[in-house]
């Protein structure tokens, strides 16, 4: 019942771009931060860029100027969206949920973006 479903990725040139969606149910949107992980082969998994319940964003290094997140408390989705996308952005993209107060986590499963000529 709990659940994160992201959708938009895709297989993109360099310099293109994306937008990724992350679809909630079974929370309380509002009331939890939502965050944008990734994880190439062979590395951690890395936070890309997060988003308070009260629109506090930060992002990670390598994105800042590029991506941007965003949430829409009325349709329970969070975005991402990715421009300038390089090939070092090639990654599974996770959306996550933190429960503001509890601290609850819930994942998504992943959305492939691979970024190649």
């Known amino acids: 019942q709990v659940q994160l479903v992201e959708s938009g990725g895709d297989l993109v040139q360099p310099g293109g771009s994306l937008r990724l969606s992350c679809s909630a149910s079974?929370?309380?949107?509002?009331?939890?931060?939502m965050g944008w992980y990734r994880q190439a082969p062979g590395k951690q998994r890395e936070l890309v860029a997060g988003?308070?319940?009260?629109?506090?964003?930060n992002y990670a290094d390598s994105v800042k100027g590029r991506f941007a997140i965003s949430r829409d408390n009325a349709k329970n989705t969070v975005y991402l969206r990715m421009n300038s996308l390089k090939p070092e952005d090639t990654a599974v993209y996770y959306c996550?949920?933190?429960?503001?107060?509890?601290?609850?986590?819930?994942w998504g499963q992943g959305t492939q973006v691979t970024v190649s000529s």
């Open positions: 996550n949920a933190r429960h503001s107060v509890t601290r609850r986590t819930v």
């Open positions: 079974g929370i309380i949107f509002s009331i939890y931060a």
């Open positions: 988003i308070s319940g009260g629109g506090v964003t």
